[in-house]
């Protein structure tokens, strides 16, 4: 049986609402680095493996449990934010900027659109999850931790009780209207098991590590 936990990264300057340039340097901020070091002390037993993605708040999320656990190998996968915005259009703005354009984006539900440069279509980030879940499970470790973003576990929850592969404009509105509404707070963990060749959520505990 494998273990594979889905753990969200910690507070970053973007969550807190600052503005932003790239998506992939965006910095955790100090409540988030504080929440990582929380983490780590609760992860008692050994990891086998730990897998982040090529943004920094994974990396320096995960950092406090690379130093408690040294000799566990460290991968980076593309399980990266799903960037469904151009991030050359949202230099400096904030969430709060950004809203009519999600909105106007999820109203568009269309699979494969993509928003302008840097975008990445629903179709292909969706399948770049379902890859990595794929990934995990020809894995020999029976205990993984990744560190990853709040729509990567959304994604991971919704092929997990679905099991469907299907990636059209119904599966984006099933996201939109049920997976999105999800609150997956910052260094929550997304529990699951691997036996038998089926998936099963072991413990959906989408909290902050600080309220549990």
């Known amino acids: 049986m494998k273990v594979v936990w889905f753990i969200r990264h910690g507070e970053s300057s973007a969550n807190a609402g600052l ?18 070091e929380a983490l780590a002390k609760t992860i008692d037993k050994r990891p086998e493996l730990i897998v982040v993605t090529p943004y920094l708040r994974t990396q320096q999320t995960a950092e406090p449990t ?20 151009s991030p050359a259009q949202c230099i400096g703005t904030s969430v709060e900027d950004r ?3 999600v909105r106007d984006y999820w109203n568009k539900s269309e699979a494969t659109y993509v928003h302008g440069t840097g975008a990445e279509s629903f179709i292909d980030f969706k399948g770049r999850v379902i890859n990595g879940i794929k990934r995990l499970q ?4 029976n205990f993984i931790l990744v560190f990853v973003h709040g729509h990567v576990i959304r994604a991971t929850c919704q092929y997990i009780q679905t099991s469907n592969e299907n990636i059209d404009n119904q599966s984006m509105r099933y996201f939109r209207d049920k997976m ?22 072991i413990n959906p505990n989408l909290q902050s590590i600080e309220k549990t």
Request: aromatic share 12%; with cysteine.
């Open 66 to 85: 690379t130093v408690k656990f040294p000799d566990v190998p460290i991968e980076v996968w593309p399980l990266q934010e799903y960037d469904f915005l």
């Open 138 to 141: 020809n894995r020999s470790e």
């Open 99 to 101: 809203k009519p354009w």
């Open 19 to 36: 503005p932003t340039t790239d998506p992939g340097t965006i910095p955790l901020t100090s409540k988030g680095k504080s929440q990582a």
């Open 180 to 201: 999105s509404k999800l609150s997956v707070e910052n260094t929550a963990i997304f529990k699951c098991e691997y036996d038998d060749n089926k998936w099963t959520v």
